[in-house]
């Protein structure tokens, strides 16, 4: 072999051999890996609309976030799984932190609201038949079905009679002690002459023409943190990189559903309510809409709060006002929508 030719497969040999080290030493690409956040729902309900569009539009995934979904069927099993700590964050109504400081024996660590997911009453007031002339004071000696003592549901009835001039429990029965999930058929079988209902219970007995919707408590109370994001201090502390992130996908959700319409709006949360058509989905969705029942950001409303405050002291669950810090902390909203 002349000298040429070795000295060309020389040469050949080593940018091979280069070749072959460059590719080896250049790093696998891989995706970010998604951090698990455990969700849990207190009911599935349309009225939580913002919740679900930022699951199905990947704002939680964008975020790097896994959010593991799970329904209590229950505000109290929802409260349940948060004190055992088999949740993160937990999306029901801001009674549970009074019910969770009435614990015996006390707990060693009280949840807190850390956001707000709607800024009205999502319940609507179902009759019977229609009333063309409907005024709350139609009310005046009848029988209400609605949820437990105490609970947000309740407690806006009772606030909204009062502000009606009317006197819950003396003017108006209010029947609070039916189980949530017996509440249609109590009533479908005859039992008070009212029913207050969230969608999509009330879509459902007007389709099934066992009632109709009479009136929005929403459009007839003042601004209240209906549904809220809950969660132990400790965890906000020790996931604070998830909690923001969270935060800002669900502002991301509740700016996208105000940006949108009731049929966009549909076809987004659809995989959540498998049974019902999107037209269904889209009439219940219409309400809410004209109700304004969506806050606009995660960010706790001290408006709203106050009111909330107010409504629990004249209902008489509280016999004064909370400390704020003893029922909200907003520096995690906060800091989440300053980035």
Known sequence: MSIFRWVLVMLISLLLAGCSLSKEAKPPITEKKLTPVRLTEAVRSVYYAPQYVAFSQGF???EHLEVQLQTAWGGDKSLASLIKQETDFILAGPDLVL???RQHPPLRELPLVFAQLTRRDGSFLIGRQPEPDFTWNNLKGKMVITSRRGSMPEMALNWLLQQQGLKPYRDVTLVQNIPAEWVAGAFISGSGHYLQAFEPLAFTLEKQGQGKVLASLGQAEPELPFAVYLSLPSTLELKKTSTLAFLRALARAQRWVAEH???DT???IK?????????????MLTRYYQAGVWAESPLPAATA??????????T????????????????????????
């Open 60 to 62: 939680f995934q964008a």
């Open 99 to 101: 019910q969770a400081r």
């Open 261 to 263: 319409t009731p049929t």
């Open 266 to 268: 549909a076809a987004a």
């Open 271 to 283: 995989p959540f309510f498998p049974e019902y058509s999107q037209a269904e989905l889209e009439q």
């Open 305 to 314: 709060f106050n009111n909330l405050q107010e409504m629990m002291v004249s």
């Open 316 to 339: 008489g669950q509280l016999a004064a006002p909370l400390p704020e810090k003893e029922l909200v902390n907003p520096e995690p909203a906060r800091s989440a929508l300053s980035h």
